[in-house]
């Protein structure tokens, strides 16, 4: 049994299959260049397998305990430096200019990440349609709630598929890459975990009013049993958005989640913004 015991107030679940640990860092397609950012370290059984193969690793854990303990077994390893704060409220970039250069500008993310915390630290790492991310990484691979996975991965059309899809997907390209079992975890949490691959990038078309595009996905998807033109009713007129949709060649009996990010920043772009909606 692993030492310190896990703290619910933190959500702890801590991996413990060999199995996981190996797709995740195949997932990651480690380099000796990279430098890497850990959220969440743990007991440190990702890390040990990140060492060996970065640069540098940069591991930020916000519980005191854990961090003790890994600095006594992982802090005399010199590409490895240990932050001790609540990822949410970390300046990271800032931090790191008082760390020796192996540590500055981490460009890959590899973690397993609490999941009552799972949108936020998405948020920070990713940013918004209408807020770019502080900082920009190469890649994001991370171990979350299988749900939730598959709804950032899912493809137009699907049971999962919806707004957090959108939101995701219109920042990063998106990969589901392997199931993990409850039971790879101590202790074992009440639902299954997935490892997904995050990629940073511009779509090919972009929003010319983000904070517009925000609006309608939310308000899109707020009853996906309706047809798209019934959900929007309240922002837009009926047919002048059966218009602009027929304009796009998309049927307009549509619903929310048969819309391609492609096609809802598209449509964003020619509806035309009533003037109550702040854009």
């Known amino acids: 049994m692993p030492s310190p015991y896990p703290r619910k107030q933190f959500a702890q679940h801590w991996l413990q299959s060999d199995k996981a640990l190996n797709e995740i860092?195949?997932?990651a397609a480690l380099s000796p260049g990279d430098r890497i950012l850990e959220i969440g370290p743990g007991t440190g059984n990702l890390t040990r397998q990140l060492l060996p193969q970065a640069e540098s690793v940069v591991a930020v854990e916000i519980?005191?305990?854990?961090?003790?303990?890994?600095?006594?077994?992982?802090?005399?390893?010199?590409?490895?430096?240990?932050?001790?704060?609540?990822?949410?409220?970390?300046?990271l970039e800032s931090?790191?200019?008082?760390?020796?250069?192996?540590?500055h500008h981490p460009h890959k993310v590899v973690a397993n990440i609490p999941y009552n915390i799972t949108g936020p630290i998405l948020e920070k790492l990713l940013g918004t349609i209408s807020q770019p991310p502080r900082i920009s990484y190469q890649s994001v691979v991370l171990l979350i709630q299988k749900e939730v996975a598959e709804r950032i991965t899912g493809a137009p059309g699907s049971r999962t598929y919806g707004a957090l899809s959108v939101r995701v997907q219109y920042v990063?390209?998106?990969?589901?890459?392997?199931?993990?079992?409850?039971?790879a975890f101590y202790p074992a949490p009440k639902v299954d975990s997935a490892v997904i691959r995050l990629s940073p990038r511009p779509l090919a078309i972009l929003a010319d009013r983000p904070r517009w595009l925000e609006t309608l996905v939310k308000v899109g998807f707020s009853s996906k049993r309706k047809m798209l033109r019934n959900n929007l009713k309240g922002l837009i007129d009926?047919?002048?958005?059966?218009?602009?949709?027929?304009?796009?060649?998309?049927?307009?009996?549509?619903?929310?989640?048969?819309?391609?990010?492609?096609?809802?920043?598209a449509l964003s772009n020619v509806l035309t913004l009533e003037p109550s909606v702040t854009p």
């Open 172 to 183: 990063a390209e998106c990969e589901y890459i392997c199931t993990v079992p409850a039971k």
């Open 25 to 27: 860092i195949k997932a």
């Open 95 to 103: 931090v790191l200019t008082q760390t020796p250069e192996l540590f």
């Open 238 to 265: 009926r047919d002048q958005l059966t218009q602009f949709l027929e304009q796009l060649n998309i049927n307009p009996q549509v619903r929310a989640e048969d819309l391609s990010v492609s096609q809802w920043v």
């Open 63 to 91: 519980d005191r305990n854990l961090s003790q303990k890994l600095a006594q077994k992982l802090g005399d390893i010199p590409n490895f430096l240990l932050l001790c704060a609540d990822f949410l409220d970390l300046d």
